[in-house]
């Protein structure tokens, strides 16, 4: 059993940035992936970003390339999800996700936190 707790969000402007955090109860080297995932209202959940848990190979969906970035903190036990050049369309309740490295699918999810940007 993976716990995961979010910490961030609000509410900003658009062309502001924000930060959000996900604490993790994984062990240095576990072979996990943490992914990063929102829904906004009316529409489905949709992938935003994953790193694995070791710190490497990040990836994003297309339209928050270049403005988001994910990474890991080490000392925190976290992964950072630091958001720029934030848009109204990136409103939405932020999930961290995690899955087994080998699996397919994200099995443990946190309670979300809640993105709205304003224009």
């Known amino acids: 059993q993976v716990q995961l707790v979010e910490f961030g969000g609000g509410l900003v402007q658009a062309g502001d940035s924000l930060t959000l955090s996900c604490a993790a109860s994984?062990?240095?080297?576990?072979?996990?992936?943490l992914g990063w995932f929102r829904q906004a209202p009316g529409k489905e959940r949709e992938f935003v970003a994953s790193?694995?848990?070791?710190?490497?190979?990040?990836d994003y969906a297309d339209s928050v390339k270049g403005r988001f970035t994910i990474s890991k903190d080490n000392a925190k036990n976290t992964v950072i999800l630091q958001m720029n050049s934030l848009k109204p369309d990136d409103t939405a309740v932020y999930y961290c996700a995690a899955r087994n490295g080998v699996a397919k699918d994200y099995a443990y999810w946190g309670q979300g936190t809640q993105v709205t940007v304003s224009s």
């Open positions: 790193i694995h848990w070791i710190g490497k190979h990040p």
């Open positions: 994984l062990r240095t080297f576990d072979n996990y992936f």
